[in-house]
Every structure is written in C-alpha cells, then in structure tokens.
C-alpha cells in the first residue's frame, strides 16, 4: 500500500460527486434498513428458510433479463437521469411494502412482486451508477473518489441494518415509513446533480452492441478472472442470506442482534475501504485480492462453527473487510480497463456477476439450507469459497501473480 496525500482527497469538493455520494448513501441506508425488516417479515409469517432464499431469486430473476439491456441504455442515454429514475423507483417500492405491511397481510406473493420490481430498477441503476463514478472525477482522484464511495456506501451499510432492527421493534411499517422518507430525500439530493460529459455510443441497436461488453470481458482475462472469481466465491459463501434463521435458531438472538449481525460486515468492509482510501493497494494487486476472498471463506467457516454471538459478529467484520479488498481491486480493474463508450455495458456484465453473486448466492444458501440445515450450509458455502479461490488461482495465474494495476500511469500488470 502506498500513502494518499491529503491533496488527493480534496476530490470531495467537487459538487456532483458530493451529492451523488449523499444521495446513493441515503437510499443504502433506507434499503438496508428495509432488507431487515422484509427478512424478518416473511421468516415470521412463513417460518420458511426457502421464502428466505426466494427473497434473493426474487430480485435477481429481472435482473438478469434486464442488465444487458440496462447496460445499451447507459452508454446511450445520460447516466445521471438514469440513476435519478431508478432511485425514484425504489421509493415506490418502498411506499408499496408500507402500504402491504399496512394492509396486515399474512401472505408474502406481494413482498416478491415488489421486489420483483425493485430488482428491476437496480438492474438499470448499477451499470449507470458504476459507469457514472469516472466521469465525476478526474483520472487521478479514481481511485480515491472508489475508496470514499465504497466507504459512504459500507457506512450506510453498517447504520441501516442496526437501525432497522431498532425500528423494527416499533413495528414493520415504522421501518418502511422511515425508509420512504430516507429515499424521497436521495431522490432530491440526485436531482441537484448536473449532467457530466460521457462519450455517448450512438450505434444502432442489435444483439452485437447488446453483447459488446460481454465480448469484451471475455476477451481480458485479468477482468474475466477477477469478476467470475468474485462470482463463485460469493454465490457459494452467501451465508448472510440466511442471518434471520442464523439469529433466531442458532444464536438465539431478536431483530436488534440480528441488525448487528448484518452490520458487521458493513462494519469491516467500512474500516477497510477507510484504511484504502489513506493507503490505497498499488503492488502485489493479485494477492490481496485472493487474500480478501480466502479470508472471506474461512470467516464463514467460523460462522458455521461457532453459537456464540461475539465470535460470530467478529468473524462477519472480518468477512467484510476481506470482501472489500476484493471489490476494490476488481472495480479499479474494470474501470481502468474499460473504454468510456461501453462502460456502460461492460459494468453491466459486472453487474451480473455481482447480482448473481449476492441474490443468486442467497437463494443457493436457502435451497442448501432446506435440504442439509442450516449449519451445514453455511459450512458447505465456507468451504466452497476456499476452493473456488485456489481453482481461480491455478485458472488465472495473470491475476493472481499481478503486481500493479495495468492503468493509465503504467508499470507492469504482472510480476514473473
């Protein structure tokens, strides 16, 4: 790790970055607070660890017809309005989940709808939202202006579930009222942004320009073997998808220790992306990435060890931190490897990693759950992660023997 100088950080001066960061951290911090609150919902209505899983397929299924498409529209279309509209949507989904939890119904088919619909909006959202990031600040101040984003982001990351879980004991529709007024204020903030240069791709539509980025990532390796690590590794490790079982059966805990339990990966990821912000990676960029995704396996070992709540918020901080090492370094790879015309479609195959990853791996850890338990889930997907992250190594050897980030500024990607 090198040192940032404090010049660099002065990034945060600059207008549009500031607000689109106040914004994106108002509206994490309302869908955190709601992610607590729908799982606690449906696990109490249903009792079900499948529903639970369904929560992630729920959201991911129009994500994944959705994203390449989301991605044309963001190299065509300005990202900013973009990234406006889709956070307008979500508030909409949140004003639905205030209306149903005021309804008193006792049947979850509507809480799938709306994130059917949320899902929707966040597959638009990501690749604009990525892609957007580079045209706010100048090439120097990248890396940084992805350190402080990705620390506002695990703050609210951090905050939300605790907050919820508080809220939560006033009842479910506080939670989602609280979360309304949370994402109309975002709403506001990322109307006051103005519209920043981006190279505009003027192609007609086809299936060739639709699937540009997925050529393109297939085409680096160092991109292909950094997101598809990230990918398996997570989509195998997804405990967190089952906290609500995890908290109520084996910890013995209530919607505030499970706000905590959610927090704590939030938590390490937060110090973390601090800590790279000041001293951010610049040499041997392939072993911490590795580094990070082992460490996030053998946290989730611990997890599926362990009934005791200290050592089991530990190892989530930990799990977090070592998630954001590898977030970092894959986001800087595909953003300096990307060319401004189809960053929006290249963050869109991203996108789908990430999206498979997080929702996918959710639904994989409920089915798991179903069929072998609950611990033993979460052991098989600790497991998994570590042997993911050895194939990956022997697989892409070009990233896992990298050195410096192949950027603008030179220096070699690998080291012999």
Request: with cysteine; hydrophobic share 55%.
């Amino acid at each position: 790790m090198s040192v940032a100088s404090p010049g660099r950080l002065a990034v945060l001066r600059n207008r549009n970055l500031s607000l689109y960061l106040s914004a994106r951290f108002l509206g994490t911090l309302a869908v955190q607070m709601q992610s607590v609150a729908i799982g606690w919902q449906v696990y109490q209505i249903t009792g079900s660890l499948f529903d639970l899983g369904l929560i992630g397929l729920a959201q991911f299924a129009p994500f994944l017809v959705l994203i390449l498409w989301a991605g044309h529209v963001a190299d065509r279309h300005n990202r900013r309005l973009i990234v406006l509209l889709c956070m307008a949507t979500q508030l909409l989904c949140s004003l639905m989940l205030v209306a149903f939890t005021a309804s008193g119904s006792r049947t979850v088919w509507p809480v799938f709808v709306i994130l059917v619909l949320f899902g929707s909006a966040r597959a638009f959202m990501m690749p604009a939202s990525q892609a957007v990031l580079k045209n706010l600040v100048p090439d120097h101040a990248f890396s940084q202006a992805v350190a402080l984003g990705s620390s506002t982001f695990h703050v609210a990351v951090i905050a939300g579930p605790v907050i919820g879980g508080l809220l939560y004991a006033l009842g479910p529709q506080v939670v989602h009222m609280s979360a309304s007024c949370l994402l109309a204020l975002a709403v506001l903030l990322m109307a006051g942004t103005r519209s920043v240069q981006q190279v505009v791709n003027k192609a007609p539509v086809s299936w060739h320009t639709l699937l540009e980025g997925l050529r393109f990532v297939w085409s680096r390796p160092i991109v292909l073997g950094a997101i598809s690590l990230d990918l398996f590794a997570v989509l195998f490790g997804g405990a967190t998808a089952l906290l609500p079982a995890y908290a109520h059966d084996v910890l013995h805990a209530g919607p505030t220790g499970l706000g905590l339990l959610r927090t704590a990966p939030g938590a390490g990821a937060a110090l973390c992306s601090i800590l790279l912000a000041f001293y951010p990676i610049t040499r041997r960029v392939g072993a911490w990435m590795f580094g990070g995704v082992a460490l996030f396996g053998l946290c989730t070992l611990v997890m599926g060890l362990t009934d005791s709540f200290p050592v089991a918020l530990g190892a989530l901080f930990l799990l977090g931190a070592g998630d954001m090492v590898s977030v970092y370094i894959r986001h800087l790879l595909v953003q300096y490897e990307t060319p401004d015309e189809i960053r929006g479609r290249v963050s869109a195959v991203n996108a789908v990693f990430i999206g498979a990853s997080n929702e996918l791996g959710e639904f994989e850890s409920g089915v798991t759950a179903g069929w072998l338990g609950l611990v033993r889930a979460i052991l098989l997907g600790g497991a998994a992660t570590l042997a993911v992250t050895g194939l990956w190594a022997l697989l892409f050897p070009v990233l896992s023997k990298m050195d410096r980030f192949p950027h603008h500024e030179g220096g070699k990607a690998a080291k012999a």
